[in-house]
């Protein structure tokens, strides 16, 4: 394997092999240096993963921490309004994501009962009524209409809120601060504003809970007295946030893959079965939660590189699931492939708790939409959409659309 490439100075972010590919720098990288080092914007050197196996592996060595207070995560693009990192973070309690074991077991262990394979089925029913009824509302609409605001964001929201037991009426408050908080280019002071804003309307929530509790999973959580009202926040806050910002950006930005591929509309219109498998295959084509870091708390060995003690790692998801070594034709979205082992929802310990649930809220959604609008259309030109190049998940802040027979 040829080493012979440009360091990346920070890492490559624009979108200009289209809307749904890596950036073309990040493919260069990976065809030629799946582990590769990079300089970031502060100066830093640490490192970029792109390849399957190296980003698999990563994510499973315990020696690449999650944790962001033992060490300076550095971040690999420019964020003006950021004061560069020189120091560790504070560690938010409750905040699972950024914990390694034993910490992190700890809390996950209390959340796997809530989020088991049995739990999500029983919900399916109820979930394909959610769909139903806001399908209804989009259909009294007159389009052209939003996709995202009319359906792809109520109905993960709808869901999340229903099993968390956080009142469908706030969503102003969470959505306005959860999208606020994943913002990439925001001063200190705008995010820990959309932050605080969360955890105080939480901390009112769960502490409510605590004292009267209901039949949701917060007030099963509020139960543990294991469990302080600050680390019952940041379970809240992961849980609230994961739970509809991921689903509502596969949900908009799967539709937008599938009105550009029409070919691939068609097998789904033909045989609705493939739906299980096309959900997995947008999983993987599309990958909205695509950067994730580590911090090396040791010298690590991994794909023929060493790893410095204190580097940060940064992997990205998409590239792993667009490795032609893993994956035949990667770039190619083909609803009939078996994309199994594609990790858009991680792999090792910090996999994602919910990935049943996002899989149940998109087999019924797309199957709703394409049943209910089979004549769905974009309402303005495919490059005219606004992608989320500017937030920490990625997707489209709109998705104008239309339709030309009354919806069924």
């Known amino acids: ?15 200009d092999a289209g809307p749904f590919d890596p950036p073309r720098e990040i493919t260069r990288l990976r065809a030629a240096r799946p582990v590769s080092p990079m300089v970031f914007p502060d100066g830093h050197e640490g490192w970029l993963v792109t390849g399957y196996d190296a980003v698999r592996q990563v994510m499973v060595d315990t020696r690449f921490s999650s944790r962001q207070d033992i060490g300076v995560i550095h971040v690999p693009y420019e964020t003006p309004g950021m004061p560069a990192a020189t120091e560790p973070s504070p560690q938010m309690p409750g905040l699972f994501i950024a914990m390694d074991p034993p910490d992190h077991t700890r809390l996950r262990r ?5 989020f088991t394979v049995r739990r999500m089925k029983q919900l399916e029913d109820h979930i394909a009524d959610i769909v139903e009824r806001q399908l209804d509302v989009l259909a009294s609409l007159t389009p052209p209409v939003d996709l995202v605001t009319e359906f792809a ?41 959309a932050l605080g804003a ?19 999973i917060l007030s099963d959580l509020a139960r543990d007295d294991d469990l302080s009202i600050e680390e019952l926040v940041g379970i809240a806050f992961l849980l609230l946030l994961a739970g ?13 893959a599938l009105l550009e591929h029409p070919e691939q509309l068609v097998e789904l219109h033909t045989d609705p079965d493939l739906l299980p498998d096309a959900v997995e295959e ?16 040791e010298d690590i060995e ?57 899989r149940i809220e998109m087999r019924a959604g797309f199957a709703g939409l394409l049943r209910r609008f089979p004549t769905l259309e974009l309402a303005i030109p495919a490059g ?5 190049t500017d937030m920490n998940i990625y997707g489209v802040h709109e998705l104008p659309v239309t339709w030309t027979e009354a919806p069924r």
């Open 1 to 15: 394997m040829t080493r012979t490439v440009p360091v990346p100075q920070g890492l490559p972010m624009e979108r």
């Open 110 to 114: 209390k959340l796997t009962s809530a």
């Open 153 to 193: 964001l109520p109905v993960p929201s709808l869901v999340i809120c229903e099993l968390l037991g956080v009142p469908y009426a706030d969503r102003e408050t969470f959505q306005v601060n959860t999208a606020k908080f994943l913002v990439k280019d925001q001063s200190l002071e705008e995010k820990m504003a």
């Open 198 to 216: 969360m955890t105080t309307y939480l901390a009112g929530l769960v502490t409510g809970k605590r004292a009267e509790p209901g039949e949701d």
């Open 244 to 256: 509809h910002e991921t689903t509502a950006n596969m949900l908009a930005l799967g539709t937008f």
């Open 282 to 297: 947008l999983l993987r084509y599309l990958s909205v939660a695509d950067i994730f870091y580590r911090y090396a708390t």
């Open 302 to 358: 991994l794909d023929g590189e060493t790893i410095g003690k204190g580097s940060t790692v940064v992997v990205s998801l998409l590239a792993a699931n667009r490795d032609p070594q893993r994956f035949d034709n990667p770039d190619v979205l083909d609803v009939r492939r078996k994309a199994r082992g594609h990790v858009s929802l991680g792999h090792g310990v910090h996999q994602c708790l919910g990935q049943q649930l996002a």
């Open 384 to 388: 005219e959409v606004r992608l989320r």
